[in-house]
């Protein structure tokens, strides 16, 4: 069994929940999510079968979609609504919508930002949220993130008893954005404790809601027989990548993992190509480390096609 299922991961559940359930359903040990979503979000989470765990790199690196809830007001431990209040400001003056659309789009473009403590970043050879179990607090790494979109899709709800006001959001963004920290820097901005009070994956890796079934589902078609027929072979995880179809000839250099010269597939905006043969990717090549003239494969997927 080979290929890519994307799965609609249910709140309350862990990734590795989803991928420890598979290998029971689908009745094989290889396989492998392509990006962590927190329990408490739900959504799209595409799961490599296979030979197509090679690729989930590739998912990783793409973007994502998320819809969610920001309510200004209340700040809690987790940055979401999982854990702990830790701060609060009544939104009592009026906050208009301008406002917020104005502070939100201060964030598109490549952002600095700082991973919330309860997360699975590393320091030091732990994670972060170790630390935050410990109630020990270390220096966070600042990192470059880049956001595409952020934008309100609702209007102002005000909550008068808890005295907060909430809306909804979109955020198109490339890998290792916190949505979390986006809220709470929003938040930030707007002069008050922030949280994600809500949070859904609507796309990654290429794949949508649409595309996603539940692991029902999958439990449901692999008795059927018909589990096979919903997987999205492993080329879909490349599609970002510029792809070359090769000749007999090349294919039997690509195969064996030859050296190949580098001005001959790669251009100068470049630095990696998926060599294909028929419609099936044979190999992903990029720069030779300390050679600039060649290229080298970076993975061998498929060495054994009949051309």
Not at 166 to 178: A, I, M, P, Q, R
Not at 240 to 250: F, G, I, V
Request: charged share 30%; hydrophobic share 35%.
């Amino acid at each position: 069994m080979e290929g890519i299922l994307p799965i609609w991961k249910e709140a309350g559940m862990t990734s590795h929940d989803v991928v420890y359930k598979l290998r029971k359903i689908l009745k094989t040990k290889k396989i492998g999510h392509s990006g962590t979503l927190d329990p408490a979000v739900d959504g799209v989470l595409p799961v490599a079968v296979g030979k197509a765990t090679k690729v989930i790199e590739y998912m990783v690196d793409s973007d994502k979609v998320y819809k969610g809830e920001v309510t200004l007001g209340i700040a809690t431990s987790t940055e979401d609504a999982t854990g702990d209040v830790i701060d609060r400001k009544a939104v009592e003056e009026s906050l208009d919508e301008k406002t917020v659309d104005d502070v939100l789009a201060t964030f598109v473009g490549e952002i600095s930002q700082t991973p919330p403590y309860y997360s699975a970043v590393k320091v030091n050879g732990k994670r972060l949220y170790e630390y935050a179990r410990e109630g020990k607090e270390v220096e966070r790494p600042t990192r470059k993130v880049t956001v595409k979109e952020f934008k309100r899709l609702s209007g102002l709800r005000i909550n008068e008893e808890n005295k907060t006001v909430s809306f909804s959001f979109e955020v198109l963004c490339g890998k290792g954005t916190y949505v979390r920290t986006l809220a709470v820097d929003a938040g930030s901005k707007l002069g008050y404790p922030a949280h994600m009070s809500q949070l859904t994956r609507e796309a990654s890796g290429g794949f949508t809601g649409n595309d996603a079934l539940t692991l029902d589902q999958v439990r449901l078609l692999m008795e059927e027989g018909m589990v096979e027929d919903t997987l999205f072979p492993l080329e879909h995880a490349l599609k970002n990548l510029d792809a070359y179809e090769l000749s007999e000839e090349e294919y039997e250099l690509v195969r064996h993992g030859s050296r190949l010269p580098k001005n001959q597939y790669l251009n100068d905006t470049q630095d990696k190509i998926v060599f294909m043969l028929k419609g099936q990717a044979v190999a992903i090549y990029g720069e030779h480390p300390t050679k600039e003239e060649l290229i080298k494969p970076i993975k061998v997927l498929k060495n054994e096609l009949q051309v």
